[in-house]
């Protein structure tokens, strides 16, 4: 059965950085590609990093470049996501997933809790 655990959250000001841990279960992070996803209410959710760790390639979308990074630790079975110089914006429930490689589709229809992020100004 896959689950995901989503953690890291919290409140910060901006310019200041969190750490997202996601540790699924059911399924094991190295055999996958792995993204982390957000999203605010009102809005769709939307992809953020994403890793393919067989091919060492990290993809971000544009408005985190040079500021998050994405990351596993097979042993740990756990997927990161490392975010400095937060801005208001980034504000929102991060989620992560197993996808497709080169895609941001769902591997698996399954989506956790996610942990909210809060950046104030």
């Known amino acids: 059965q896959v689950q995901v655990m989503e953690s890291g959250g919290g409140s910060v000001q901006a310019g200041g950085s969190l750490r997202l841990s996601c540790a699924p279960s059911?399924?094991?992070?190295?055999?996958?590609?792995m993204g982390w996803f957000r999203q605010t209410p009102g809005l769709e959710r939307e992809g953020v990093a994403r890793?393919?760790?067989?091919?060492?390639?990290?993809y971000y979308t544009n408005s985190v470049k040079g500021r998050f990074t994405i990351s596993t630790d097979n042993a740990k079975n756990t997927v990161y996501l490392q975010m400095n110089s937060l801005k208001p914006e980034d504000t929102a429930m991060y989620y992560c997933?197993?996808?497709?490689?080169?895609?941001?589709?769902?591997?698996?229809?399954?989506w956790g809790q996610g942990t909210q992020v809060t950046v104030s100004s």
């Open positions: 997933a197993a996808v497709w490689c080169d895609s941001w589709r769902q591997f698996y229809n399954y």
């Open positions: 059911g399924y094991i992070v190295r055999n996958h590609c």
């Open positions: 890793i393919n760790t067989a091919r060492d390639y990290t």
